[in-house]
């Protein structure tokens, strides 16, 4: 299905970057379930909306939509996807971070799980990491060895068992 201007992830990006947080109302679930490389384990729609707002506020943020992708069936079920970029200033104090005028970018991709026609769960993966590596640098905690349950898991391998050497036979030692 092509994205149109009402669709799940144009909806969720047009608030986001109006700062309208009140029309996450009617496309976002009151229990969703944030995950981000900054804030981890978030639930709920009024944190994850304390959270963008003070983004907002703190980062000066010019958000452009630069992809989308909406796969929600006609009963609302699915997944969708706004790839944004954050032209950022950091103006602000944003959670204790103290601001220093800098300035970049950083591609971000919401990841949105859809059940009945509202976002329950949402997922922001990081494309470039300019943000991230700044916020780091400036003493924010991020979340580590975060283990989520698997879909399939994957083979346990021990040390280097089961590494592939890719080099042409004729680089490789003898």
């Known amino acids: ?3 149109t201007a009402d669709s799940i992830p144009r909806r969720v990006y047009d608030a986001f970057q109006r700062g309208e947080f009140e029309r996450w109302d009617d496309v976002i679930a009151p229990d969703v379930e944030m995950n981000s490389s900054a804030s981890f384990g978030t639930v709920g729609l009024d944190n ?3 959270w963008a707002g003070a983004f907002l506020s703190a980062f000066s943020a010019r958000i452009d ?7 929600v069936d006609a009963d609302g079920n699915g997944r969708a996807v706004a790839t944004i970029n954050l032209k950022w200033q ?13 300035t970049g970018t ?3 991709n919401l990841i949105m799980t859809v059940r009945n026609g509202r976002v329950v769960r ?4 990081d494309t470039t990491l300019d943000l991230v590596i700044y916020m780091h640098e400036r003493g924010w905690i991020f979340p580590q060895n975060i ?9 346990d391998r021990d040390g ?10 004729s680089e490789r030692a003898r």
């Open 90 to 102: 950091h103006t602000g104090e944003f959670f204790g971070l103290q601001p220093t005028g800098r």
């Open 48 to 50: 994850v909306k304390t």
């Open 65 to 71: 939509l630069v992809d989308e992708i909406d796969a």
């Open 122 to 125: 949402m997922e922001v993966a």
């Open 160 to 169: 280097d068992h089961g590494i592939v050497d890719l080099r042409p036979e």
């Open 147 to 155: 283990r989520p349950e698997p879909i399939i898991r994957g083979i």
């Open 106 to 108: 950083s591609i971000e």
């Open 1 to 3: 299905m092509s994205p």
